[in-house]
Structures are given as structure tokens and as C-alpha cells.
């Protein structure tokens, strides 16, 4: 009875043992690839329990999560013929499962190898055609964008979905940087300077207007001033005109007496006239009713 029972027994575990070879498993964060010597067979496993034939059949899986290839900075030549440092990140995962095997034989190492160097490709064709100032500020978004999409549309053959390509850093290399901050002082000094040679012809022209219209406010005001004095001087003269005119022999008397005050103003004066000069009229006792 024990004899029989130990065959037996081993049945059973040989039994055990390829049910438990018989039988895998597939995480939903997996692919799975089954082959028959080494042929493959069937790659369209849902996430679950799943069936195989001991030694004829073998499973390979696949991580299918969004993968991160963080690559170490690459050196790109932009259409200035500078070159500068681009450390960027690529968001992929695996698509087609047999491609990627039948591509790589299911290395990793060696889709990221080639998943670089289209990368980089797509890099140089974008950056060759554009400047350092359009690759840093003004067309970054759009680089990334063009550099995703054409990646995608190469790796797609190999089983490789290309999800996002960022660009996390742009560096010039010291050789480059020195020349190129250079430049971008001198440019900056030259518009500086044309900013302001543009403040100093404003300035002149402002002052220049200034000054004329200062000129014709003047001008303007000494017209009016001499039109106002003449005025002031006519109507001061009609008014002596019409005082005097009511007594001639007064007014001739008053100009003598002025005559007399401004010619003897000085004690050096000396006239040298005739005593009978019209001037000493009214020293000689006046003429003829004065």
C-alpha cells in the first residue's frame, strides 16, 4: 500500500508543478508576449490569468506605464553656427508590443539608444534654422511640439509611442557663452545709444520750439509795449497840445524855462551866443507883449 502510494505521490507533485508552470499572470501595467519555441504566438493578452503549454511556451512582459527618458545634455548647432547645450526629457511608452520586440528584442538599453539619437535629429533640424534668442525665448514651445510629432512618426514603426518632448534647460558652452554675451552687450549698448541719440534730437527740437516761441512772445510783447507807449506819448502830446494852445506866450515861456534848466545844468556848460540871440529873450526883458 505505501509502495503504491508514493508514485502516486509523485504524480500529484509533477501534476502541481505543471499546472503552477501552466499558469501566468498580466498586471494591467503590463504587456505580455507569448512564444512557442521561440516563435511568437499571441501579444493580445487582456490584464488577468492566462493559460500556457509548459517548455513549448514561454512569456515575456512589458512595461506598458509612461516610461521617462532623462537624457544627459546633447550639443546642438543653431543657424548661427553657435553651438549650445539642450538637456531636454522624453515621455514615451510602448504601443506595439511586437514591434518593440522584434525591433530590440525587448533591450530597453537599446530603444533608448535609438530613441536619442531621432530625438537629437529632430533637435538639430529645428535648431539649425532658428537663432539662440528665437531657440531660448520666442519659439521654444513650437520647437518642442515639431521635435514630439516627428519623433513619434519614427518610432511609431517600432512599437514606441513618443507622448511629450520638454526641453528643460539651454545652455551655451563656455567657449561660446563669452562671444555671445558679448554681442548681445554690444547690441544692447548700440540701441541703448540710439535711444538716446533719439532723446537728445527730441530734446533739441523741444528746446529750439522753446526758444522761438519765447522769441515771438517777446517780439510780441515789445510791439505791443511800443504800440502802447506811442499811444501813451500821442495822447500826452494832444493833451499839451490843447494846455499850451490856450495860452501860446505861457507855453513859449514854459519850453525857454525848460531850454534854460537843461543848458545850465552843469556849471562847466559854456554857450557862446550873441547877446541878441532869440535864446536870451527872456533875460532882456522879453519882446513884444511878454
Known amino acids: ?64 506605464r509612461v ?16 553651438n549650445v547645450l539642450i538637456d531636454y526629457y522624453v515621455k514615451w511608452r510602448i504601443e506595439q508590443v511586437e514591434d518593440y520586440y522584434r525591433a530590440f528584442s525587448g533591450r530597453e538599453s537599446d530603444a533608448v539608444s535609438r530613441m536619442a539619437q531621432t530625438i537629437k535629429d529632430g533637435l538639430q533640424a529645428e535648431l539649425g534654422n532658428r537663432t539662440i534668442r528665437e531657440v531660448v525665448s520666442d519659439e521654444r514651445t513650437q520647437i518642442m511640439q515639431n521635435v514630439a510629432t516627428k519623433a513619434d512618426e519614427k518610432m511609431a514603426p517600432f512599437g514606441i509611442d513618443i507622448i511629450d518632448v520638454r526641453i528643460k534647460q539651454i545652455e551655451l558652452p563656455p567657449n561660446v557663452a563669452t562671444s555671445v554675451f558679448d554681442r548681445m552687450r554690444a547690441e544692447r549698448e548700440r540701441i541703448a545709444k540710439e535711444h538716446r541719440a533719439e532723446g537728445e534730437k527730441a530734446a533739441r527740437i523741444i528746446r529750439a520750439r522753446a526758444d522761438r516761441q519765447r522769441t515771438e512772445l517777446l517780439a510780441d510783447s515789445r510791439r505791443q509795449a511800443e504800440e502802447i507807449r506811442g499811444a501813451g506819448d500821442a495822447q500826452a502830446t494832444q493833451i499839451y497840445a490843447d494846455a499850451f494852445s490856450q495860452d501860446e506866450d505861457f507855453f513859449d ?38
Do not use: C, W
Request: no cysteine.
Open 253 to 290: 515861456f514854459y519850453r525857454s524855462m525848460q531850454a534854460y534848466r537843461e543848458s545850465f545844468a552843469s556849471k562847466q556848460d559854456i554857450l557862446l551866443l550873441q547877446p541878441d540871440s532869440e535864446f536870451f529873450q527872456y533875460f532882456s526883458g522879453g519882446t513884444q507883449g511878454r
Open 67 to 82: 516610461l521617462t527618458l532623462d537624457s544627459r545634455p546633447e550639443q546642438i548647432l543653431t543657424g548661427e553656427k553657435k
Open 1 to 64: 500500500m505505501a509502495a503504491m502510494r508514493f508514485p502516486l505521490l509523485i504524480v500529484l507533485v509533477i501534476a502541481l508543478v505543471l499546472g503552477y508552470l501552466s499558469l501566468f499572470t498580466v498586471d494591467e501595467r503590463e504587456k505580455a508576449i507569448m512564444f512557442r519555441l521561440g516563435e511568437i504566438v499571441r501579444s493580445d493578452f487582456e490584464p488577468g490569468l492566462h493559460f500556457q503549454l509548459p517548455i513549448v511556451n514561454n512569456v515575456r512582459k512589458f512595461d506598458s
